[in-house]
């Protein structure tokens, strides 16, 4: 099991930018697919980005596609997600989440970080 731990989240305006980081612990991140995640209040959890574990190939969700970059250094054992032109739906509780799986297969995420708030105010 890998253990994840979120950071970079805050308060911003619509149009601003964060990066979040995902550091892992306890396994090098280098055999595994990363994602982000995303809930918010009232809300089902939903699927933001994903990364191959050696940075060929990522994904993204349509709300988020030419807004939000996903990264990774597995030198460093850490994920990232730059977020640019924030909007207030941008809003929720962010979540890195590791998987020895496709990258695509959302449901394959198995280890997960508590998260990170990201607020989006208009």
């Known amino acids: 099991q890998v253990q994840l731990v979120e950071s970079g989240g805050g308060l911003v305006q619509a149009g601003d930018s964060l990066r979040l980081l995902c550091a892992a612990s306890g396994r090098t991140l280098s055999p595994y697919a990363m994602g982000w995640f995303r809930q918010a209040p009232g809300k089902e959890r939903e699927f933001v980005t994903a990364i191959s574990p050696s940075s060929t190939f990522t994904y993204y969700a349509d709300s988020v596609k030419g807004r939000f970059t996903i990264s990774r250094d597995n030198a460093k054992n850490t994920v990232y997600l730059q977020m640019n032109s924030l909007k207030p739906e941008d809003t929720a509780i962010y979540s890195c989440?590791?998987?020895?799986?496709?990258?695509?297969?959302?449901?394959?995420?198995?280890?997960w970080g508590q998260g990170t708030q990201v607020t989006v105010s208009s």
């Open positions: 989440a590791a998987s020895l799986g496709s990258y695509r297969y959302t449901g394959g995420y198995r280890d």
